[in-house]
């Protein structure tokens, strides 16, 4: 990591600047896939298979007698810890739900709002080399108890044509059988514009790399919801001298083992505390199987070294990191003080480890800079809020004058006459 001295936020701003992409070559990859899809449909899911996971498939569905064999190739132990995590975010998630609203705004003028499911909803899942079935249980479940009548879950294959048995077991659990061995944009394109196979949704959920990013983007671009914008994994942390470098140095590695392009920052007021996470990491590097990958990410992560908390706290909210860990003394009053994160993680015992699989929050965040203006998937995500208003006799001639008014000062008169030819019937 690079150690930076704090001088100020302008200062910083080249240093903090997240990875540019080849957007050019990136948007006419993803342009040509798109194109395929919409104009040939499974046979052209079928050809992007073959060419991108390097597998040859008989049909895109996964069949009942594939989601069963999956749930016997996984661990009773895997399966207690994924049903408990099950529990915990059906739990938040359901306590998410609004009751209908009804405010009568004048005598006769009665305005409601409802929350309606999205019909149709679309799932994609990232596979790879780290198949997220985790993912599986932050979209399925709230999808669920939203009401969304169809949900269609899209996840690239291996090599064998399988789908991962624990994403497999988990879609299961929470009541998804329409799953596809589709990924990458061309899961995103068939969502988006619907196959001979796979059905066309209102929304698309879920992550994926850059392509899927970029997919998301220029369907959403056409018409087709997405959950929000979204790029690599990030983490910062805000540590003082009281914390353990060690808990440091775990949460910054369990960012960086996502991707080399997964974002890593650590803010601190105490030197001491980053020379000793640095000496940390390089042991804890020595135990994991994607050193590799966490290596090449550190490579291009900051350790920033501020005068203050508070000036950790500024970085930090300029900054709108996915996943902001707060060790410090005092965590939970840093925590007020933050106004831009996806999601926050307080005091030395909250891993976001913890937020990613099972405490209970959804781990489908805003990264790049978006969580300035976007939130984290939650119950919210798959529903809509349909207005209502009904207006009485009594009503319309309370509000008809106001419309009346401001309707012919905006040179509308038909929307005058509107509630003109009712309030002249009423005098009748």
């Known amino acids: 990591m690079e150690v930076i ?17 080849n ?14 899809v919409k104009t040939s449909g499974d046979a052209a899911l079928f050809e ?8 040859k498939l008989d049909q895109l569905q996964v069949d009942a007698k594939e989601i069963e064999v999956a749930a016997n190739e996984v661990s009773q132990e895997l399966k207690s810890a994924i049903l408990q995590a099950k529990l915990n975010i059906e739990k938040f998630h359901a306590a998410q739900k609004r009751e209908p609203l009804t405010v009568e705004t004048m005598p006769g003028v009665k305005c409601m709002r409802k929350s309606v499911p999205i019909e149709k ?7 790879g080399t780290a198949p997220l079935f985790s993912t599986v249980l932050m979209l399925g479940i709230p999808a669920q108890l939203a009401g969304c009548k169809k949900v269609v879950l899209c996840t690239p294959p291996d090599k064998n044509g399988k789908i991962n048995p624990a994403i497999l077991y988990s879609a299961s659990i929470v009541g998804i059988s329409q799953i596809y061995k589709v990924g990458g944009s061309q899961a995103i394109a068939a969502l ?3 196959t001979e196979s796979i059905l066309k949704v209102n929304k698309i ?21 997405i959950d929000m914008p979204a790029g690599p994994s990030e983490v910062a942390v805000i540590a003082d001298k009281n914390a353990d470098p060690a808990f440091v140095a775990a949460d910054l590695l369990s960012q960086a083992e996502h991707g080399e392009d997964s974002q890593v920052l650590l803010l601190s007021d105490s030197d001491q505390l980053i020379d000793s996470v640095l000496k940390e990491i390089e042991e804890q590097l ?8 966490a290596k090449r990410c550190l490579s291009l992560s900051k350790a920033i070294c501020t005068k203050s908390l508070d000036k950790c706290i500024e970085i930090s909210n300029n900054y709108a990191p996915e996943h902001l860990i707060i060790n410090c003394e005092d965590a939970e009053k ?9 999601s926050v993680f307080i005091g030395a015992y909250t891993p976001e480890s913890a937020g990613d699989y099972a405490s209970g929050t959804n781990h489908t965040l805003p990264t790049n800079g978006a969580a300035e203006a976007y939130s984290g998937v939650s119950l919210d995500s798959f529903m809509k809020e349909i207005t209502f208003q009904q207006i009485t006799k009594e009503g319309i001639k309370n509000l008809g004058p106001v419309v009346e008014t401001m309707a012919e000062a905006e040179g509308l008169m038909a929307h005058k006459n509107a509630v003109s030819i009712r309030l002249n019937e009423l005098k009748r």
Do not use: C, H
């Not at 790399?209 to 056409?222: D, H, I, P, R, S």
């Not at 840093?334 to 996806?342: L, S």
């Open 23 to 36: 957007t050019e070559y990136l948007t006419g990859t993803v342009k040509n896939i798109l194109q395929r």
């Open 48 to 55: 992007l298979t073959e060419q991108f996971d390097k597998t």
């Open 286 to 293: 020595k135990e994991l199987p994607r050193v590799e990958v």
């Open 192 to 194: 988006a514009y619907g």
């Open 334 to 342: 840093i925590a007020e003080k933050i106004t831009q994160a996806g």
């Open 121 to 127: 909803v679309g799932l994609y899942i990232p596979g």
């Open 5 to 21: 001295k704090y001088t100020s936020i302008e200062d910083l701003e080249s240093a903090l600047k997240r990875p540019e992409l």
């Open 205 to 225: 959920f879920g992550p994926g790399n850059q392509y899927v990013t970029k997919a998301k983007q220029l369907v959403n671009m056409e018409g087709t919801s």
